[in-house]
């Protein structure tokens, strides 16, 4: 199984961009899903995440500009980033949360930069 990540791309500072993520098969017994990312250099950070219950989380640096959404039941989830900025620019990637290694899958990439 793997999850794989679509609709990154490169936007201006202040831009916005959804990505989508769905499996290749089905997954069952999901309490969380969340969206992770991996900046050049940096070790990979989960930035938002939801549960079957509908309680959602950000990191602190997404917090008012990102919102997470899905279908735990058919391991879809979504992320609308808003307003971003240059430190935004990372690989994307979606998986349970806590993360399953085997579910990785390439990533978006998403630039934000003038």
């Known amino acids: 199984v793997q999850l794989q990540a679509s609709g990154g791309g490169s936007v201006q500072p202040g831009g916005s961009l959804r990505l989508s993520c769905a499996a290749s098969?089905?997954?069952?017994?999901?309490?969380?899903m969340g969206w992770y990312r991996q900046a050049p250099g940096q070790q990979r950070e989960l930035v938002a995440s939801?549960?079957?219950?509908?309680?959602?989380n950000y990191a602190d640096s997404v917090k008012g500009r990102f919102t997470i959404s899905g279908d735990i039941a058919k391991a879809t989830v979504y992320l609308q980033m808003n307003s971003l900025k240059p430190e935004d620019t990372a690989v994307y990637y979606c998986?349970?949360?806590?993360?399953?290694?085997?579910?990785w899958g390439q990533g978006t990439q998403v630039t934000v930069s003038s």
């Open positions: 098969e089905s997954i069952f017994r999901i309490n969380a």
């Open positions: 998986n349970l949360v806590p993360s399953v290694s085997a579910y």
């Open positions: 939801f549960t079957t219950g509908g309680r959602t």
